[in-house]
């Protein structure tokens, strides 16, 4: 059985669904410090000028170190309403965009109060599009030991898999040879990013998944992403 995870992102990128196609179990990794410099907050779309930032603001201020699972959004801030209008105006015009329209809609038509449930609101949302059948596990649910390579391997005991899948990435700092030593096996995801069309021109790669979601049905954006890579020892 294969093992994977992630960070909970917002609107996550085309790599982070390729993933969750690639594997058995997937692990909302929420346990972990939160980096409000990541994609944990913020993501990528494109627009008439290029691409611009959609940021979720959260309250950091004297919680220096709090775990993703505890970050609070600043609804003090009127990020919804600047969201929805962001794809709205930007996305109107591609041919799928009606076809979620209305779930982005209530999305942030809701008032949230814990970026994690956002996030996974989300991820949840376009894996039953793509018709990903994964299972899905937060990891403050089974509470994993250690760090890094150590913190995997825990995963993959407490969730009975035998293979742990890393993307490129992750070769800074997976050790192969200690899940070798507790009898595990590891491969790691290899991703090129594909190349598809945009509402504006030129192509502009990295941008969250939606981009591509409202320019494809949902069966062509699944081939997309699983044509992107795959797993390599």
């Not at 090129?192 to 939606?210: A, C, E, L």
């Not at 981009?211 to 049905?217: A, E, I, P, R, T």
Request: proline share 4%; hydrophobic share 35%.
């Amino acid at each position: 059985m294969i093992l994977t995870g992630h960070q909970p992102e917002y609107l996550p990128y085309i790599g982070f669904f390729l993933k969750m196609m690639l594997c058995d179990k997937f692990v909302v990794v929420d346990h972990v410090q939160f980096n409000k410099k990541s994609y944990q907050n913020r993501n990528k779309i494109r627009t008439q000028n290029g691409w611009t930032w959609l940021t979720v603001p959260v309250i950091t201020k004297r919680r220096p170190y709090q775990k993703i699972n505890e970050v609070r959004i600043n609804d003090s801030i009127k990020w919804r309403s600047k969201h929805w209008k962001s794809l709205y105006f930007n996305y109107k015009k591609s041919p799928f965009f009606d076809e979620y329209q209305e779930f982005f809609e209530n999305l942030y038509a809701k008032k949230w109060e814990k970026l994690v449930d956002l996030n996974v609101t989300i991820i949840r949302f376009v894996a039953e599009k793509l018709k990903i059948k994964v299972e899905m596990v937060k990891s403050s649910d089974i509470n994993p030991q250690g760090k890094k390579t150590m913190l995997l391997i825990d995963m993959c005991k407490k969730l009975n898999a035998d293979t742990y899948l890393s993307g490129e990435g992750a070769r800074r700092y997976v050790n192969v040879s200690k899940f070798k030593e507790h009898n595990l096996n590891h491969v790691f995801r290899y991703f090129q990013h594909p190349v598809y069309h945009q509402q504006f021109t030129p192509f502009i790669p990295n941008m969250s998944v939606i981009d591509l979601m409202f320019n494809y049905s949902s069966d062509c954006v699944k081939e997309i992403i699983r044509s992107s890579g795959g797993g390599e020892k």
